[in-house]
């Protein structure tokens, strides 16, 4: 059973929005802090949002700083990633991840549970 399913992910053109959307497979998640994740073709997964299992604390990349958000809801038991002002570099398959302890690093190896990931492609 994968324990997190991305979906929401597509097609859209420069400037517009896109949400993404993380449901775990159980309420376990719940205490867990999640992010979110990219890899472009040819490039290393790097970190794009995270937040701790309780929202009190977000980290996001410098790149997606004031164009995405990170939200828990359903009670924390689904992460969503709003992003906004889309550009072509943000094309990529974007990962939603968890992790069992509090911290919310911002490397993969970090991380214990992964989805499958979902594609966002942004036209110029």
């Known amino acids: 059973q994968v324990p997190l399913v991305e979906s929401g992910g597509g097609l859209v053109q420069t400037g517009g929005s896109l949400g993404l959307s993380c449901a775990p497979s159980t309420r376990t998640f719940l205490v867990y802090p999640m992010a979110w994740f990219r890899q472009a073709p040819g490039k290393e997964r790097e970190s794009v949002a995270s937040?701790?299992?309780?929202?009190?604390?977000?980290h996001y990349a410098d790149s997606v700083k004031s164009r995405f958000t990170i939200s828990r809801v359903n009670d924390g038991a689904t992460v969503t990633l709003q992003m906004t002002n889309l550009k072509p570099e943000d094309t990529a398959v974007y990962f939603c991840?968890?992790?069992?302890?509090?911290?919310?690093?911002?490397?993969?190896?970090?991380?214990?549970?992964w989805g499958q990931g979902t594609q966002v492609a942004v036209s110029s």
């Open positions: 991840a968890a992790r069992k302890t509090y911290t919310i690093p911002r490397n993969t190896r970090s991380y214990d549970y």
């Open positions: 937040i701790t299992w309780n929202c009190d604390s977000t």
